[in-house]
């Protein structure tokens, strides 16, 4: 069973919202960004007007909320430190995918593992930031914000679009509705794809009425207002676009990260202009019962990545892609007593790319020499960012994450 | 008072009239409710833990009666909501379990979060440091957070922060990594036994001392509440959340809190401080920030249009929270529900028009009906309780012209009546 924590549904929630406040992150005006919102008609039309030239470097970021336990997951099944510290709870030597004679990665992941073999493949290990915080929404925020020392009310990829000079507006693409803290910046939002489909709505005229901006509103009544201005152009979408591509019928709304990332496929391979997708899947805050409710999610990590290079196979633009996937910490090294482990911090980074240097990069922070149970990161987040900020998006990290960090150069 | 019940009509509004002290104070105070009373909760049956050598079908049958339960006491508790005379407690009740946010996907035992809801019920306006001591042994919050499986040998830490992030002092509320490890130390020991009964097991208990929050004891929950609920940020951050589930979207502003945390006082008395929130100054001023969550929207629609809580009714509504997100016992997860956008998402948006429609289709409108033509529009603002409608609603509201059905469905999904 799931802890049950994950944050993304009330990200841009009251609750959170109020958390935010407190420790002044966040304005809501930024996080309510009702206007960013974009149907697949608008990515089609997007990718025949401004086709994003093949071999532009393309970021695909996968968060993954609720903090996974990356010991369980690029597994180091030869350190007696690991079985010792995880009774009931670990993988043996012969259990896990074998990745050199130290460390392999769960059963779960059989499709990395195969990458790994082709050299698609590379993990940063120990990857996070001085002064570790263990809340969820800290530690993400940190992520996000890309600001380890001081609330910031911007997400570096939102800070991403606010310095770069290309104006098309799906240039960032999150997909779902909700758009998470990352994208969103100071000047500029990462447009937000909803890919459901509707029928007839029995008010439909009275809703685009509704959905006509008023003076008088309040900025939670535009809010609701803009909701039924989105269910027109979804539905004029649907009637005048017919003849478009459409997407393909195995893309459904369920919100699973396989949709999520079938759908980027479908957009990158019709040649949308945009450079960074953002999706995400949650519910890897594993208190109790961690082993098999971990392996279920790792699967349906694995499936999904090998789902979208499947989808992707083929395309001129397939070797453009860089895949990074990311959670808010690692988990405590020493399992609980429920079989699960407890809020940690350094954790790994799983970047899938063709353009991508395999095998390890960093160390593998040790598992006896702890800071307060915990592993010590042994590189910072922003090298990984100020690399994808340089060799995928062709920005300059300065203004973006400034030049505390170097680039880690995980990319060739 | 939109904000604070659930659904109130003009004409409720008319009877209360300048006098809000005296409606708040009634709404507050206990007092007889015969529609409490024509809706006593369900009982359930103990459904027994099959074997470790049980079949699927025997485990299938028992999770379909785990489920069933379940189903039976969100219907009970919208019924209730639908039926209570005095909806302010209902509505303080759903608002205390946004707050202390535990579901039944995990807990799997009906009448163990009936037993919380009965608790946030009777405590929800009497002392927060009664309510918190009872919740840190209270059989499903400690299921939902993996409380009784902390032990001395190996902490679960699950509780002991949220408890601190969540629920009492919120992120920053001047707590330390330590602060938690110590807390969840002093946690250990707590059992839940298969049929709900919360014992103490002294072998699993850490023998301490611990040291939270700078105080050093062999601590009990109740005295770990104490020490928790004595930090200097607890007041500002549980008046904090308060103002944001029942007054504005928008950061109360020190002066409000000032007062809200003086209200509250050190008794920590819940009552004290809503009723401060209702009748503060800043209260009227902050009007047209919240977003009606999807309960609030279909009980207060449900309310005001004199819907009968019949099972038909509720199921049907229960099945538009489930496509809108929010039904009760099953928030998505610890810190409650989301708000705001979320709750205006354009698949919402097609939703509540749909459920609009059938709510109207389904009341009495021969109060619209019956009006002139030229007053309908009128007609219906007084019904929903609302001063007037904005221009655009208004153009809206003319394409249903003639039409009372489409006319209080429209209302009802129109930004005036769903933000509050």
Same mark, same amino acid.
């Given at each position: 069973? %799931?802890?049950?924590? *994950?944050?993304?549904?009330?990200?841009?929630?009251?609750?959170?919202?109020?958390?935010?406040?407190?420790? @002044?992150?966040?304005?809501?005006?930024?996080?309510?960004?009702?206007?960013?919102?974009?149907?697949?008609?608008?990515?089609?039309?997007?990718?025949?007007? %401004?086709?994003?030239?093949?071999?532009?470097?393309?970021?695909?970021?996968?968060?993954?909320?609720? @903090? %996974?336990?990356?010991?369980?997951?690029?597994?180091?099944?030869?350190?007696?430190?690991?079985? *010792?510290?995880?009774?009931?709870?670990?993988?043996?030597?012969?259990?896990?995918?074998?990745?050199?004679?130290?460390?392999?990665?769960?059963?779960?992941?059989? %499709?990395?593992?195969?990458?790994?073999?082709?050299?698609?493949?590379?993990?940063?290990?120990?990857?996070?930031?001085?002064?570790?915080?263990?809340?969820?929404?800290?530690?993400?925020?940190?992520?996000?914000?890309?600001?380890?020392?001081?609330?910031?009310?911007?997400?570096?990829?939102?800070?991403?679009?606010?310095?770069?000079? +290309?104006?098309?507006?799906?240039?960032?693409?999150?997909?779902?509705?909700?758009?998470?803290?990352?994208?969103?910046?100071?000047?500029?939002?990462?447009?937000?794809?909803?890919?459901?489909?509707?029928?007839?709505?029995?008010?439909?005229?009275?809703?685009?009425?509704?959905?006509?901006?008023?003076?008088?509103?309040?900025?939670?009544?535009?809010?609701?207002?803009?909701?039924?201005?989105?269910?027109?152009?979804?539905?004029?979408?649907?009637?005048?676009?017919?003849?478009?591509?459409?997407?393909?019928?195995?893309?459904?709304?369920? @919100?699973?990260?396989?949709?999520?990332?079938?759908?980027?496929?479908?957009?990158?391979?019709?040649?949308?202009?945009?450079?960074?997708?953002?999706?995400?899947?949650?519910?890897?805050?594993?208190?109790?019962?961690?082993?098999?409710?971990?392996?279920?999610?790792?699967?349906?990590?694995?499936?999904?990545?090998?789902?979208?290079?499947?989808?992707?196979?083929?395309?001129?633009?397939?070797?453009?892609?860089?895949?990074?996937?990311?959670?808010?910490?690692?988990?405590?090294?020493?399992?609980?007593?429920?079989?699960?482990?407890?809020?940690?911090?350094?954790?790994?980074?799983?970047?899938?790319? +063709?353009?991508?240097?395999?095998?390890?990069?960093?160390?593998?922070?040790?598992?006896?020499?702890? +800071?307060?149970?915990?592993?010590?990161?042994?590189?910072?987040?922003?090298?990984?960012?100020?690399?994808?900020?340089?060799?995928?998006?062709?920005?300059?990290?300065?203004?973006?994450?400034?030049?505390?960090?170097?680039?880690?150069?995980?990319?060739? | 008072?939109?904000?604070?019940?659930?659904? &109130?009509?003009?004409?409720?509004?008319?009877?209360?009239?300048?006098?809000?002290?005296?409606?708040?104070?009634?709404?507050?105070?206990?007092?007889?409710?015969?529609?409490?009373?024509?809706?006593? !909760?369900?009982?359930?049956?103990?459904?027994?833990?099959?074997?470790?050598?049980?079949?699927?079908? /025997?485990?299938?049958?028992?999770?379909?009666?785990?489920?069933?339960?379940?189903?039976?006491?969100?219907?009970?508790?919208?019924?209730?909501?639908?039926?209570?005379?005095?909806? $302010?407690?209902?509505?303080?009740?759903?608002?205390?379990?946004?707050?202390?946010?535990?579901?039944?996907?995990?807990?799997?035992?009906?009448?163990?979060?009936?037993?919380?809801?009965?608790?946030?019920?009777?405590?929800?306006?009497?002392?927060?440091?009664?309510?918190?001591?009872?919740? $840190?042994? =209270?059989?499903?919050?400690?299921?939902?957070?993996?409380?009784?499986?902390?032990?001395?040998?190996?902490?679960?830490?699950?509780?002991?922060?949220?408890?601190? /992030?969540?629920?009492?002092?919120?992120?920053?509320?001047?707590?330390?990594?330590?602060?938690?490890?110590?807390?969840?130390?002093?946690?250990?020991?707590?059992?839940?036994?298969?049929?709900?009964?919360?014992?103490?097991?002294?072998?699993?208990?850490?023998?301490?001392?611990?040291?939270?929050?700078?105080?050093?004891?062999?601590?009990?929950?109740?005295?770990? &509440?104490?020490?928790?609920?004595?930090?200097?940020?607890?007041?500002?951050?549980?008046?904090?959340?308060?103002?944001?589930?029942?007054?504005?979207?928008?950061?109360?502003?020190?002066? &409000?809190?000032?007062?809200?945390?003086?209200?509250?006082?050190?008794?920590?008395?819940?009552?004290?401080?809503?009723?401060?929130?209702?009748?503060?100054?800043?209260?009227?001023?902050?009007?047209?920030? #919240?977003?009606?969550?999807?309960?609030?929207?279909?009980?207060?629609?449900?309310?005001?249009?004199? #819907?009968?809580?019949?099972?038909?009714? $509720?199921?049907?509504?229960?099945?538009?929270?489930?496509?809108?997100?929010?039904?009760?016992?099953?928030?998505?997860? &610890?810190?409650?529900? !989301?708000?705001?956008?979320?709750?205006?998402?354009?698949?919402?948006?097609?939703?509540?028009?749909?459920?609009?429609?059938? #709510?109207?289709?389904?009341?009495?409108?021969?109060?619209?009906?019956?009006?002139?033509?030229?007053?309908?529009? =009128?007609?219906?603002?007084?019904?929903?309780?609302?001063?007037?409608?904005?221009?655009?609603?208004?153009?809206?509201?003319?394409?249903?012209?003639?039409?009372?059905?489409?006319?209080?469905?429209?209302?009802?999904?129109?930004?005036?009546?769903?933000?509050?």
């Amino acid at each position: 069973m %799931n802890a049950p924590y *994950d944050p993304r549904l009330p990200l841009d929630g009251l609750t959170r919202r109020g958390f935010l406040r407190a420790s @002044g992150v966040v304005s809501a005006a930024a996080l309510l960004a009702g206007s960013a919102g974009c149907s697949w008609s608008d990515v089609t039309k997007a990718a025949s007007q %401004n086709p994003l030239p093949t071999g532009t470097p393309i970021l695909v970021l996968v968060t993954l909320y609720g @903090g %996974n336990d990356w010991l369980n997951t690029v597994i180091p099944a030869a350190d007696p430190a690991y079985h *010792d510290a995880r009774p009931g709870m670990s993988y043996g030597h012969e259990e896990v995918l074998a990745l050199d004679d130290v460390s392999g990665l769960n059963p779960g992941l059989k %499709n990395m593992a195969s990458l790994w073999s082709s050299k698609k493949l590379g993990i940063m290990r120990g990857v996070g930031y001085a002064h570790p915080d263990r809340s969820h929404f800290r530690s993400m925020d940190i992520w996000q914000t890309a600001s380890p020392s001081a609330p910031l009310n911007t997400g570096w990829l939102g800070r991403w679009l606010d310095h770069v000079s +290309d104006q098309e507006p799906l240039l960032g693409l999150n997909i779902g509705p909700v758009l998470p803290v990352l994208a969103v910046g100071a000047q500029r939002t990462f447009a937000a794809l909803s890919v459901k489909e509707r029928g007839a709505d029995p008010l439909a005229a009275v809703m685009a009425a509704l959905g006509k901006p008023d003076s008088t509103d309040t900025a939670a009544e535009r809010m609701v207002a803009s909701s039924y201005a989105a269910v027109g152009r979804v539905r004029d979408d649907v009637v005048t676009h017919m003849s478009e591509v459409s997407l393909p019928d195995e893309i459904t709304d369920d @919100g699973s990260l396989k949709s999520q990332l079938l759908t980027v496929a479908a957009c990158i391979r019709l040649g949308a202009p945009t450079r960074c997708y953002t999706v995400s899947m949650g519910g890897f805050d594993t208190h109790a019962g961690e082993k098999a409710t971990q392996t279920l999610l790792l699967t349906g990590l694995d499936t999904a990545i090998a789902e979208f290079r499947t989808a992707m196979a083929g395309s001129p633009r397939a070797s453009d892609v860089v895949l990074v996937a990311y959670s808010e910490f690692g988990r405590r090294v020493m399992a609980n007593a429920s079989e699960g482990t407890d809020h940690g911090t350094a954790g790994d980074v799983l970047i899938v790319s +063709d353009r991508v240097k395999p095998g390890f990069h960093g160390d593998q922070p040790s598992l006896t020499d702890l +800071d307060a149970g915990d592993l010590k990161a042994s590189q910072d987040f922003r090298s990984l960012y100020a690399e994808l900020l340089t060799s995928v998006l062709g920005a300059d990290p300065a203004p973006v994450i400034g030049t505390e960090v170097a680039a880690s150069h995980v990319l060739v | 008072m939109r904000r604070a019940a659930f659904g &109130v009509t003009g004409a409720d509004v008319d009877r209360v009239g300048a006098d809000v002290e005296t409606w708040v104070a009634g709404a507050l105070n206990p007092g007889a409710d015969p529609g409490v009373d024509a809706t006593p !909760p369900p009982t359930f049956a103990a459904i027994p833990a099959v074997g470790a050598n049980a079949g699927r079908e /025997e485990r299938q049958a028992r999770n379909k009666a785990v489920n069933d339960q379940g189903d039976q006491l969100s219907l009970w508790w919208l019924t209730r909501m639908v039926a209570a005379h005095r909806p $302010v407690r209902e509505r303080l009740t759903f608002a205390w379990h946004n707050h202390w946010a535990t579901s039944l996907s995990k807990v799997r035992q009906a009448s163990l979060m009936l037993k919380q809801n009965e608790l946030l019920r009777s405590q929800g306006l009497g002392s927060f440091t009664t309510l918190a001591q009872q919740l $840190v042994v =209270d059989p499903a919050l400690m299921i939902w957070l993996d409380a009784e499986k902390n032990t001395k040998a190996a902490p679960n830490e699950n509780l002991a922060r949220e408890l601190m /992030e969540l629920f009492c002092l919120g992120v920053g509320g001047g707590y330390t990594e330590d602060d938690v490890k110590q807390s969840a130390r002093a946690l250990t020991g707590w059992r839940v036994a298969a049929d709900g009964t919360v014992s103490h097991d002294a072998q699993r208990t850490d023998p301490g001392p611990e040291t939270v929050l700078g105080v050093t004891d062999h601590f009990t929950p109740q005295t770990l &509440v104490g020490a928790i609920l004595a930090a200097p940020t607890h007041p500002r951050y549980l008046a904090t959340r308060w103002w944001h589930q029942l007054a504005s979207g928008d950061a109360p502003s020190d002066d &409000v809190l000032s007062r809200l945390v003086a209200a509250y006082g050190p008794s920590r008395d819940s009552k004290a401080l809503i009723s401060a929130i209702l009748l503060d100054p800043a209260f009227d001023a902050a009007a047209g920030t #919240l977003v009606a969550s999807p309960v609030e929207w279909l009980v207060g629609a449900m309310r005001t249009l004199a #819907l009968p809580a019949t099972p038909a009714n $509720v199921q049907q509504g229960r099945a538009v929270l489930r496509m809108l997100g929010q039904v009760p016992f099953y928030p998505p997860n &610890v810190s409650g529900w !989301p708000s705001g956008a979320s709750w205006s998402s354009t698949a919402a948006a097609t939703t509540r028009a749909a459920a609009a429609t059938k #709510l109207a289709t389904l009341a009495d409108l021969s109060q619209i009906s019956s009006a002139t033509a030229s007053s309908r529009i =009128d007609a219906v603002a007084h019904l929903l309780a609302l001063d007037h409608f904005s221009p655009r609603t208004l153009d809206a509201l003319a394409l249903a012209k003639g039409k009372p059905v489409q006319l209080v469905a429209t209302a009802l999904i129109s930004p005036d009546y769903l933000v509050v």
